[in-house]
């Protein structure tokens, strides 16, 4: 059973910092996805990761993926109060239709 | 806006009852996802249709079934509804063919049940 967790569940951190969210799965898989999700709101899209060693930069939001460590990183440059929501990572499995498995998401706050 | 539409926005319904949750897919879309979100649980994959097939099934509990119609827009059933059903559910759509698969997904329906 395919297992993703995100670290850390939970982050404070102010305005202009830099900080990465972590997001590790158990089984072989090149297609990873993140998302935001800001609160009693949907799933928004940030980005799709399908190969070894892809990056994506939207933004102050960058995400990568190393798919032989089984880990992909959401990497937040100069933070803004506007990137305080629920980050989740979610991985593809393919084997049976396209379900996605979901982290546990992060929970980042940005503070003034 | 994703594209994906989802009806109603809120049930708020009794413990043994059955509700209907409607979700309507992006236009081009082949394949529907249905998700649910509790605090517990977090975000857990239930059931994936595909141009009017199951293809993919997850812990959808025996009480919840679903299906997808031929204009593609799918229903979720739950029934015998118990406290701990109560959660947000989300319906997703993809294009599903061939490929990154990559899900749109629609507003939530929130589901309370007393």
């Known amino acids: 059973e395919l297992k993703v967790e995100q670290n850390p569940l939970f982050l404070s951190m102010q305005e202009g910092k830099n900080y990465t969210i972590y997001c590790n799965y158990s089984?072989?898989?090149?297609?990873l996805y993140w998302y935001r999700q800001d609160p009693g709101k949907s799933l928004e899209s940030l980005f799709v990761?399908?190969?070894?060693?892809a990056v994506k930069q939207e933004g102050r939001l960058m995400a990568s993926l190393d798919t032989k460590a089984r880990l992909s990183t959401l990497h937040i440059t100069a933070a803004v109060h506007d990137l305080s929501a629920t980050y989740f990572c979610a991985v593809e499995e393919g084997t049976s239709g396209s379900r996605l498995t979901f982290g546990e998401g992060t929970q980042l706050t940005v503070n003034p | 806006d994703s594209g994906v539409t989802q009806t109603p926005k809120h049930l708020i319904t009794a413990t043994g009852q059955r509700v209907t949750l409607r979700c309507s897919p992006r236009s081009g879309d082949l394949s529907v996802y249905w998700y649910q979100q509790s605090l517990d649980q977090g975000l857990q994959f239930l059931i994936q249709?595909?141009?009017?097939?199951?293809?993919a099934k997850g812990n959808i509990l025996e009480r919840f079934s679903a299906q997808q119609f031929p204009d593609l827009h799918s229903e979720l059933n739950l029934s015998s509804l118990e406290l701990g059903d109560s959660a947000l559910y989300f319906c997703?759509?993809?294009?599903?063919?061939?490929?990154?698969?990559?899900?749109?997904f629609g507003p939530g329906t929130r589901l309370t049940v007393l």
């Open positions: 249709y595909y141009n009017g097939e199951e293809r």
């Open positions: 997703a759509s993809s294009v599903s063919r061939g490929g990154p698969d990559e899900q749109f």
């Open positions: 990761l399908l190969s070894n060693g």
């Open positions: 089984t072989t898989s090149d297609r």
